[in-house]
């Protein structure tokens, strides 16, 4: 069974960081797009970034709000995704959800981690 | 990159059909074929339940369908269930690896 496990949300002050975690199962870790999305309180899904497969190096891509603040790393040897970020904003706040992209399409979700960027 | 423009609310009574359109540009919509839909319960997270335009994934209902003309992507819901209440997104394709989300539509069953 294909599973996506965030955490790590939390309360943060502005220009705090946090990392968050994304833990993968019952696929091949290394041959998926993994992205992360986001979705503030009562707003729309916004894409944050996404690395790419083992086979094309793990490129990161990052959406232009979060570029230079927001990365995204991985540790294969256990099947996990991270999502460090730093210099947060109120603007920030939202659940991250980290899915799985195949071919463009995100066909596996996690279940979110809440984010609270506030004072 | 701008967001996809969906209509804000759509509705309709049970068994009829409500179609939701995504507005893009050529830069996504209109120049790949990767145009997905989401489904999306309050509290829950999002459910593909179309992708390529017009594909659906194994166990969503054949009531669902998704269609492409120009920058413009539609999704039908016929025969409208009570369960069918949610927010729907469409998605797609932007190049260099990058992905575009809808406004989104929050869909009514009266």
């Known amino acids: 069974e294909v599973q996506l496990v965030e955490s790590g949300g939390g309360l943060v002050q502005p220009g705090g960081s946090l990392r968050l975690s994304c833990a993968v199962s019952?696929?091949?870790?290394?041959?998926?797009?993994i992205d992360w999305v986001r979705q503030a309180p009562g707003k729309g899904l916004e894409w944050v970034g996404r690395t790419t497969n083992k086979a094309t190096g793990y490129t990161t891509g990052y959406a232009a709000s979060v570029k230079g603040r927001f990365t995204i790393s991985i540790d294969d040897s256990i099947n996990s995704l991270y999502l460090q970020m730093n210099s947060l904003k109120t603007e920030d706040t939202a659940v991250y959800y980290c899915a799985r992209r195949n071919y463009n399409r995100f066909d596996y979700w996690g279940q979110g981690t809440l984010v609270t960027v506030s004072s | 990159q701008s967001a996809l423009t969906q209509p804000p609310s759509a509705s309709g009574s049970p068994g009829q059909s409500v179609t939701i359109s995504c507005t893009g540009t050529s830069s996504d919509v209109g120049g790949y074929d990767y145009v997905s839909w989401y489904q999306q319960h309050p509290g829950k997270a999002p459910k593909l339940i179309i992708y390529?335009?017009?594909k659906r994934p194994s166990g969503v209902p054949d009531r669902f369908s998704g269609s492409k003309s120009g920058n413009t992507a539609s999704l039908t819901v016929s025969g409208l269930q009570a369960e069918d209440e949610a927010d729907y997104y469409c998605?797609?394709?932007?190049?260099?690896?990058?992905?575009?989300f809808g406004t989104g539509t929050k869909v009514t069953v009266l």
């Open positions: 019952g696929f091949t870790f290394s041959d998926q797009y």
């Open positions: 998605s797609s394709y932007a190049g260099s690896s990058n992905l575009l």
């Open positions: 390529e335009v017009s």
